[in-house]
């Protein structure tokens, strides 16, 4: 059973930045699709952005077009979500997760099966 650990969370100022990464435990992680997703109490998992097996392809959601990057370094078994322009909205739990879908790549959390216990990000206005 794979195990996914988030880390770079953290309280920052409006317009900051922060990273965060997500390191899998098994070195098979570089066949999969892996995604971020975020959540707020009393509200569904949102979707953020995914990234294809090989790198090539990635999708975000609307709202963070722009202003985040998700990104891997297979050596390292490690995935990777540059967050700019910080907004107090972006304030939720993020977590990481696996797919073995690739085409298309998922927006649906039912598209991914396993998941990191998540990270808090915290912007303050």
């Known amino acids: 059973q794979v195990q996914l650990v988030e880390s770079g969370g953290g309280l920052v100022q409006a317009g900051g930045s922060l990273r965060l990464s997500c390191a899998a435990s098994e070195r098979f992680f570089s066949t999969y699709g892996a995604g971020w997703f975020r959540q707020v109490p009393g509200k569904d998992r949102e979707f953020v952005a995914v990234?294809?097996?090989?790198?090539?392809?990635?999708d975000y959601a609307e709202s963070v077009k722009g202003r985040f990057t998700i990104s891997r370094d297979d050596a390292m078994n490690t995935i990777y979500l540059e967050m700019n322009a910080l907004k107090p909205e972006d304030t939720a739990v993020y977590s990481c997760a696996r797919t073995p879908f690739s085409s298309p790549l998922p927006r649906a959390p039912a598209g991914y099966d396993a998941w990191g216990q998540g990270t808090q990000v915290t912007v303050s206005s």
């Open positions: 990234i294809s097996w090989d790198g090539g392809r990635t």
